[in-house]
């Protein structure tokens, strides 16, 4: 009888919190979401508001979320899913050209930055071991929001962004170490900290091996073979991420470490940029509640504002030295002053990694609740204000400029990076696209086609003839990549009128822009965007499209006079419509200048 009632009564209490963590999940969801969109209109990133939200709900405010099953199950694997997004956007080809000067100005940038917020902690009074933490954890640029901001901006793809992504990447690999040291169970001394390097190198060279061989000899294969497949596409992207995960915990290394280098592996194959738009939104769901639980680990107000005063000075003097440390570091390599001064204005913010460095430090008990609330605060200031920095930074340079090209090195000259640029795309390759690519290939210099199909990939690749980037368009990894802005053409055989206006709507007034259409009134929409030439797909054959392409390249002046014949024919179509969704309008086509909205 006691027996069976202390079986209940144990079920009860399971299902108890079953529920609590439940109720958990739900608040901080809702409660992150609602502060999130908040954030959005002022600007901010969103990791700022998952930290309030965590704030808001722990014991500094609120103190309505438990955190014990959130932290120890969901915030680490949101860690370790992060640090895989990040491994996987570490495709070392993208900075092959500037890989050199680079490596130096990530490694100069690590060692000086380290220094000073060494110098900032001892100088604030902290105690030895604190000082060590919040040396290590106060290096690092805040990637999401870097990328993010300048991804917005249309500046990813610049040089300046190309040498902070690179820096990036260095960064990475240091958290990587940074982390497997703090999940150490000893750091006792300086003997034991060199054993726990160099047990932690070796473990990590082992597992980057398998990782590298992987990404040469077995993932190619297998993800050829799945990739046409979305579901199992992802389901083996995620299940490879937790492979290397229990080989990293078999090796008494962190979550982090593999989920890193499992990232790494799958970055270098053809099918990354496609995967990360499909993991992006698991990952941004991990990173709620893992930043979410940050802020709930702050025992009070009280932990938050212990040091505020030293989380102030902190951020002033970090900001201005990481930016002079940067723009010492990229104009001794050099590169222009605009080039140095952008570079080094985008990365002087303290990261969210500081959190994330810290929060396992405390975990380990290596700092106490006050010296993470320093942490955080340090964070979500620095982070607020870069955010507008990094909005304006043209306008800053252009006021400051005179006195920087005083102080600079002479003769900075920046490096040509090789992207695609006056080429052509194709979305699709099928009967029409096969006839239509040797006619353009003939005119441009370079032809990029966008396909999802693993057998028109392997078709391509042994071809030779044009650039290929798997995935499906409407992912903006994959556009991003084909750089649709500096495209000179653009021939789209998707019938989709969502994808024809994503594309119309990303390429510039300059591009030619060529689609389909399945009838008449998505046709009269595509020209309205601003299409050069529709193809109605139940109108015009492949061997008319081959046929107007070649008018394209020898006769634009009868072409145009094609194209103005199909457009009354439209018109005409569309006028039979009584539907209020699609008035006729008058459409004025002039072939030397259609093109997409900026």
């Known amino acids: 009888m006691l027996q069976g009632y202390s079986l209940d009564g144990a079920q009860e209490i399971g299902t108890l919190g079953d529920f609590t963590l439940a109720a958990d999940f739900a608040i901080v969801i809702v409660v992150a979401t609602l502060v999130g969109l908040l954030a959005r209109q002022f600007g901010q990133p969103t990791i700022v508001a998952y930290i309030i939200t965590g704030v808001l709900l722990g014991p500094v405010a609120l103190d309505i979320v438990t955190d014990e099953g959130l932290i120890d199950d969901m915030a680490e694997l949101g860690l370790g899913f992060l640090l895989f997004l990040l491994g996987l956007k570490m495709r070392l080809e993208d900075i092959r050209e500037i890989l050199r000067p680079i490596t130096n100005i990530a490694i100069g940038q690590t060692i000086l930055q380290t220094a000073l917020a060494l110098l900032v902690a001892v100088l604030l009074g902290f105690a030895t071991q604190e000082i060590l933490v919040i040396a290590l954890a106060t290096v690092f ?87 046409d497949n979305k579901d199992v596409f992802l389901i083996v992207a995620v299940a490879w991420v937790f492979l290397f995960i229990a080989i990293a915990e078999l090796f008494d290394l962190s979550v982090e470490v593999g989920a890193f280098l499992a990232g790494i592996s799958l970055a270098q194959l053809p099918y990354s940029k496609e995967l990360q738009d499909r993991i992006t939104p698991i990952t941004d769901f991990f990173i709620l509640v893992f930043f979410a639980s940050i802020g709930l680990q702050i025992e009070s107000l009280g932990s938050l504002l212990a040091y505020w005063q030293e989380a102030i000075i902190a951020s002033v003097v970090l900001m201005i030295g990481n930016f002079w440390i940067m723009f010492y570091l990229i104009d001794r390599e050099g590169f222009s ?224 006079e094609q194209i103005q014949t199909e457009i009354r024919w439209i018109e005409q179509q569309v006028d039979t419509h009584t539907d209020e969704d699609y008035p006729a309008a008058e459409v004025d086509i002039d072939i030397q200048t259609s093109g997409g909205e900026q």
Do not use: C
């Open 141 to 227: 640029g805040a990637t999401p929001i870097i990328v993010k901001v300048l991804t917005d901006k249309d500046e990813i793809s610049s040089l300046p962004g190309k040498i902070d992504v690179g820096v990036l990447i260095v960064q990475d690999i240091y958290l990587v170490v940074v982390l497997a040291l703090f999940g150490a169970d000893q750091l006792g001394n300086l003997s034991e900290i060199a054993s726990t390097l160099a047990v932690i190198f070796v473990m990590m060279s082992f597992i980057g091996i398998f990782s590298i061989a992987s990404s040469r000899y077995l993932l190619p294969r297998l993800f050829k073979r799945i990739a």
């Open 337 to 560: 002053v605009e080039t140095s001064f952008l570079g080094s204005i985008n990365m002087v913010q303290v990261s969210e990694f500081s959190l994330v460095v810290g929060a396992l430090a405390f975990q380990q008990e290596y700092i106490g609740a006050d010296v993470l609330g320093y942490l955080t605060l340090m964070a979500l200031l620095t982070m607020t204000v870069s955010t507008y920095v990094i909005l304006h930074n043209h306008t800053i340079y252009e006021r400051v400029e005179p006195w920087f090209q005083r102080i600079a090195s002479d003769n900075g000259t920046d490096k040509e990076l090789s992207e695609y640029g006056d080429h052509v795309v194709s979305i699709g390759y099928d009967e029409v696209t096969k006839r239509a690519l040797p006619v353009l290939n003939e005119e441009f210099d370079t032809v990029v086609v966008i396909d999802r199909d693993t057998e028109h990939s392997s078709e391509l690749q042994k071809q030779d003839q044009y650039e290929h980037i798997f995935g499906d368009f409407k992912h903006k990894e994959v556009r991003k990549a084909a750089n649709l802005k500096n495209a000179n053409f653009v021939l789209s055989s998707s019938v989709e009128r969502e994808v024809n206006e994503i594309l119309l709507s990303e390429t510039s007034d300059e591009t030619i822009v060529f689609t389909e259409a399945e009838n008449a009134e998505d046709a009269h929409r595509l020209y309205e965007a601003g299409a050069a030439y529709v193809v109605i797909t139940s109108h015009l054959t492949a061997d008319q499209l081959s046929d107007y392409l070649e008018m394209y390249v020898t006769d634009r002046t009868k072409l145009r």
